[in-house]
């Protein structure tokens, strides 16, 4: 059975959000960094590294969502080791408004602190 494809519009409002999240003036110190992998979606916060001239930037991730289809998803949490948890805030399997609504209030401070 093929997997079926990623909601495009879906994706570019999670893009979007993630561009109104960093100001302007910032963009040379934080990217967000939104990629796409079979039925999985991740989001990435990177910095330049402090101590090297290399241009290397560090990357840490902040959500992942996963398609379960039908326009639903399910979010993620990720954490300083690079593993993903089930967001226990908001139930599995939402639209992507109201993945992108809860990203944007982050009421545990668990995405962006």
Known sequence: MATAP????DIEKLQQACRRR??????DE????????GKRV??????????AASGDWTSMPIAQLRYEGHGLWTLYAGDSNGKWH???DLEPRQPIDII???????????FWG
């Open 100 to 110: 992108v609504d809860e990203l944007d209030t982050d009421p545990t401070g668990v």
């Open 30 to 37: 934080i990217r967000l960094e939104v990629t796409a992998r």
């Open 42 to 51: 991740s989001i990435h916060e990177q910095r330049p590294v402090w101590h």
């Open 86 to 88: 089930q967001y226990s």
């Open 6 to 9: 990623l909601p495009d519009l």
């Open 22 to 27: 960093v100001p302007e003036q910032l963009k």
